[in-house]
């Protein structure tokens, strides 16, 4: 098994007058040679955006994009016709393809929006723009893992043009679970969204993130207090 600690102490950071944002990997102003990216996952940021504010209109292109609201809403328009509003709770994935313009912005004007955008790099150039955005049950990720995203739309998730899942996990009390990989062959980057973990003996706090690959038994995972984790599965060549 080979293994990455990602602290979140270390991740990058990018300061503006309306946005906070910590990036696990390089990206805009952060460049940092050792974190280009996690197989094919290449994007993985934690956003914050003031009222009212938010990303202009602007293009991407042959890559899988998720974000997923942790607080607040985010009002999304592009060129494809959508024009939603993307609520803590929900899932949205665009797949850019041979390409789209959109826009994102705080849709309130008194509360900051709170999200993680997460891009992963698409199985091969020129699949046709599409959407998708899904409100997912609190209760289905209760002890359990919840299937957000996956390749084939399985177990009613959300589907891109790559061979990664995306799950979450929410445990309320102590307790062990497992993580078993979707396809062999792929690797996970485990992000705890908030409490504490012991992962194969790695012990993380709230947005410490690490990646395993070479691996064929199931991860063990240990809550040490109430949390949340989330596993992005992607190839990793």
């Known amino acids: 098994m080979e293994s990455i600690i990602h602290p979140a102490t270390k991740r990058g950071l990018g300061e503006h007058e309306w946005l906070r944002s910590h990036h696990s990997f390089s990206f805009a102003e952060y460049h940092n040679p050792g974190k280009m990216h996690f197989g094919k996952l290449r994007v993985f940021n934690d956003d914050e955006v003031a009222p009212s504010k938010g990303f202009g209109l602007h293009s991407h292109k042959d890559m899988e994009i998720i974000t997923i609201p942790l607080q607040g809403s985010l009002k999304h328009t592009d060129n ?21 313009m959109h826009s994102e912005f705080n849709a309130s004007k008194t509360e900051p929006v709170h999200f993680f955008q997460i891009w992963i790099f698409t199985d091969q150039p020129g699949h046709r723009p599409r959407y998708g955005q899904k409100h997912f049950s609190e209760q289905d990720r209760k002890e359990r893992w919840q299937l957000l995203v996956s390749p084939d739309g399985r177990d009613d998730s959300l589907r891109i043009y790559q061979n990664a899942f995306i799950s979450t996990f929410e445990s309320g009390v102590s307790d062990i679970t497992s993580y078993t990989l979707h396809s062999p062959g792929n690797g996970v980057y485990l992000m705890l969204v908030e409490g504490a973990v012991q992962i194969n003996g790695e012990e993380l706090q709230q947005r410490d993130a690490a990646g395993f690959w070479s691996f064929d038994k199931p991860l063990e995972i240990r809550f040490m207090q109430p949390a949340q984790l989330l596993a992005i599965e992607v190839p990793m060549h």
Do not use: F
């Open 80 to 100: 494809m016709g959508n024009e939603k509003i993307l609520a803590a709770g929900e899932v949205q994935v665009m797949s850019a393809g041979t390409g789209v």
